[in-house]
């Protein structure tokens, strides 16, 4: 399986490379800066391969896709895992907007942009999947206010999940978003629960069989409202 995982030089996404390695997964491990790439890439130890990603770069993932093509052919698993601006500070009735379109370029048309870019190669797979990795930050059924820009983006998400689950369906590619949960990580913090224990979540979206769901949110494989 080949499999690639966005913003994964640190935290979940580098927790989630290890677990796919150790299933026997060929790992993209991508980041903005190679150098951070080959940094976590050579600290894992396992068949992961690290590659440069600004998500926010269109001709970025088209390179990416190319790359990809050229040297496996295929794209087994795409997990979206980079995200930023976990914005505590702001309230939506005097939030920054700028800093909210940010958010929406790294959290929403970040991964938009790299799933279509690497469609052609999900759907050479004979077990496509993609993973949005949310939060249930962005599930409208608990929203209230505060972190305006991070909260708006995952359930943009969300509903992206949605709609690629729907018009993918017929390919056999699954979509499906997953909270990994308040984990201890640079933008959870501290006191949140171990990384392991929210990269599973993910890990368990990536290996789903056939006949598994697609277009859920998820946490720990049990859903969650959306």
């Not at 940094?39 to 130890?45: G, I």
């Not at 926010?56 to 997990?79: C, F």
């Not at 938009?112 to 077990?127: K, N, V, Y």
């Amino acid at each position: 399986m080949i499999s690639l995982v966005t913003g994964a030089n640190r935290g979940i996404g580098k927790e989630v490379c290890r677990q796919l390695a150790g299933l026997g997964h060929t790992v993209l491990l991508t980041a903005r800066s190679l150098e951070a790439a080959t940094a976590a890439a050579r600290e894992l130890d396992a068949d992961v391969h690290p590659m440069r990603l600004d998500v926010t770069d269109p001709a970025a993932a088209a390179r990416l896709a190319q790359e990809i093509g050229d040297r496996y052919g295929r794209l087994d698993v795409l997990v979206n895992n980079a995200a930023i601006t976990y914005d505590t500070w702001q309230r939506a009735v005097t939030a920054d907007l700028d800093v909210v379109r940010e958010a929406a370029e790294t959290n929403v048309y970040g991964p938009w942009r790299l799933t279509q870019a690497l469609l052609p190669l999900l759907r050479r797979s004979r077990h496509p999947r993609v993973v949005n990795v949310s939060s249930e930050a962005g599930s409208l059924t608990s929203m209230g206010g505060g972190t305006p820009a991070y909260a708006l983006s995952k359930a943009a998400l969300n509903a992206l999940t949605r709609m690629l689950a729907a018009e993918l369906r017929a390919d056999g590619i699954l979509v499906n978003a997953i909270c990994p949960g308040w984990v201890a990580t640079d933008m959870g913090g501290p006191g949140g629960r171990p990384v392991a224990e929210g990269a599973a979540g993910i890990v368990w979206a990536a290996t789903l069989p056939g006949d598994g769901p697609t277009g859920g949110f998820f946490r720990d494989g049990r859903p969650l409202p959306w």
